[in-house]
T-cell receptor, first 117, second 114 residues
Framework: GAVVSQHPSRVICKSGTSVKIECRSL??????MFWYRQFPKQSLMLMATSNEGSKATYEQGVEKDKFLINHASLTLSTLTVTSAHPEDSSFYICSARDFSGGTDTQYFGPGTRLTVL | GENVEQHPSTLSVQEGDSAVIKCTYSDSASNYFPWYKQELGKRPQLIIDIRSNVGEKKDQRIAVTLNKTAKHFSLHITETQPEDSAVYFCAASSANFGNEKLTFGTGTRLTIIP
């Protein structure tokens, strides 16, 4: 299957700082990527849909000014958690849609564990 | 919007037995139903998917069935092995090569007892 990378895998930061997470599709182009948040022992909650060259679409209840998304190329989307607070601590996972081969499949990155002190 | 329910939340089966996980969805426009396996601290891995033009799909020990009339689909794992222990998520979307998003179920923690 297609490969999606995510960086960093873990990050610990102080409250009030900003953290940037990168999501890359390594062997395919992804016009659409998704950002999820996952709390321990819970399901994946979609935060926003990232579209290459246009503004992201945020899910209800997700603050767009706090979670900045940029999808500047067909292989890279970034999520910036601004002014992070302890309640932002979570597992953030991206996915990318692969339309090659006539199918439409989402492949996930390995996730980023964010801890805000 | 779409709502996906998944049952059971936890499932323990003896090694070698079969495991079945069931999901229901609410949006009749949904036409794509993938299943993901997630091991602790790792990414969800696509294990099988089905589209609404078929009723069943098999891949070795894994099969998925879809009943569009009843709006439910199920994952079947036969001859279970310890490495099948993980959390399994079903999902649904009206994927049509657009920007449709996946709606996930709440997950099933499957434990295979050696």
């Amino acid at each position: 299957g297609a490969v999606v990378s995510q960086h960093p895998s873990r990050v610990i930061c102080k409250s009030g700082t900003s953290v940037k997470i990168e999501c890359r599709s390594l062997d395919f182009q992804a016009t659409t990527m998704f950002w999820y948040r996952q709390f321990p022992k819970q399901s994946l909650m979609l935060m926003a849909t990232s579209n290459e060259g246009s503004k992201a679409t945020y899910e209800q209840g997700v603050e767009k000014d706090k979670f900045l998304i940029n999808h500047a190329s067909l292989t890279l989307s970034t999520l910036t958690v601004t002014s992070a607070h302890p309640e932002d601590s979570s597992f953030y996972i991206c996915s990318a849609r692969d339309f090659s081969g006539g199918t439409d499949t989402q492949y996930f990155g390995p996730g980023t564990r964010l801890t805000v002190l | 919007g779409e709502n996906v329910e998944q049952h059971p939340s936890t499932l323990s089966v003896q090694e070698g037995d079969s495991a079945v996980i069931k999901c229901t969805y609410s949006d009749s426009a949904s036409n794509y139903f993938p299943w993901y396996k997630q091991e602790l601290g790792k990414r969800p891995q696509l294990i099988i998917d089905i589209r609404s033009n078929v009723g069943e799909k098999k891949d070795q020990r894994i099969a998925v069935t879809l009943n569009k009339t009843a709006k439910h689909f199920s994952l079947h794992i036969t001859e279970t092995q310890p490495e099948d222990s993980a959390v399994y998520f079903c999902a649904a979307s009206s994927a049509n090569f657009g920007n449709e998003k996946l709606t996930f179920g709440t997950g099933t923690r499957l434990t295979i007892i050696p």
